[in-house]
């Protein structure tokens, strides 16, 4: 079953997984030239994306769940794909088309690799950013076989051409090549093995109609509860062999923005603090220390978190701010901000989304000690000043 290795050398950014040949936990990855899992992004922000930053991915995959049952949280979502595998699997039929999104290091590479795993199918990966012309796919989609899964991650950053190219292999498993240019070109079909389609997206607004059709099964990931994130904390910290108070994993759970790499790093954080600075053991008092260092507040905001609220306050006087000039002000790509810093400030109601802007609420205002009505005369300091 397995492809001679130069097979693949054609194929930009690409790994294979394939599972009928290895074991369970320990995948076989061949024709890898940038990492592991999740290679091919296109977003930067430290610990929060995976980024190119390989030691993130690296780590990413070392906590990764490989196995439904392992996966903690999203109970609707795991319970609904344990019966679509079923079926699969007794139909001998592959899976529909499935597409997974919601805000980064929710969940959506480690679904997207469970799935083949649990089929015990191959797994091809690519991103949308890396395929910039149809030919850049083709490899990926003659090399699929019958009820395999290509997984394409950020699938909203696809180019139109790439898009429209995938829609008759998804429809109808074939692509139509065109060969030669003007009067000579000629379009031959290929057909295709049947396959299946995972995307992912943390923007599935930005995804056009017809190829949203095409994927029959569509799963959104929310945030994670901290008793969630605390499970996570204390199973991870036995995979890394580290000794964590529960308290402590609870602190680092409530720290974490509802998302799990995060919980992930905060660990992998306060376990390297822990080991420098006390005795190696994360108490309560290590891991709060700790994450003050990294400037971590109880509910979990970051400088660019608090920074981004302060300037809605400071430079638009509460808002409404658009994003994009939110972004020229703070000169951070307005994406990122859309991606990875609006979804749990708008969900924790730190602020509100209106048809004019972003506007900061009560909550934010008290949580970074101002208030909304302040007499005249305190202007001077900018924090102080009335905002509404
Ligand atoms: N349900 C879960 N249970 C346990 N750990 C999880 C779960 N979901 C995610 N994780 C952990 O969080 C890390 C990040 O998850 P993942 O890479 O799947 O996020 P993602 O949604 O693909 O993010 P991005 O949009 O940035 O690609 C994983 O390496 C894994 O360790
Ligand atoms: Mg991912």
Redesign the pocket.
Known sequence: MCRPHSQYKLMARKTTIRNDDAEPDEPSVSGSETGGI?SG?G?TRDG???GDDPDQQRF??E???SRLE?????KAVVERLRILLEATKRRKEPLGHLLLD??????????ATVVPRELGTELQITAGPSLSAPKDLLPYLTNAGYGSVLFI?EIHRMPPAVEEFIYPAMEDFRVDITLGDGLNARTINMKLQPFTLIG?T?RSGMLTAPLRDRFVNREH?DF?TDEELAT?VTR?ARKLRTVIAPEAAQEIAIRSRGT??K??NWLRWTRDFADVRANGIITLDVARAALRMKGVDDAGLEEQDRKYLETIIRVFGGGPAGVQALGHTMNIPADTLEDEVEPFLLREGFIQRTPRGRMITAKAMAHLGMSQKQPKSSTENPDQRELF
């Open positions: 999740g992004r977003r929060d994306s995976e990413d995959d906590l990764r769940p392992d996966v903690v949280g999203q919601g805000p980064p290091g929710l969940g959506k590479t480690t679904l991650d992912a943390t990931l994670y996570i991870n799990p790499r919980t992930n």
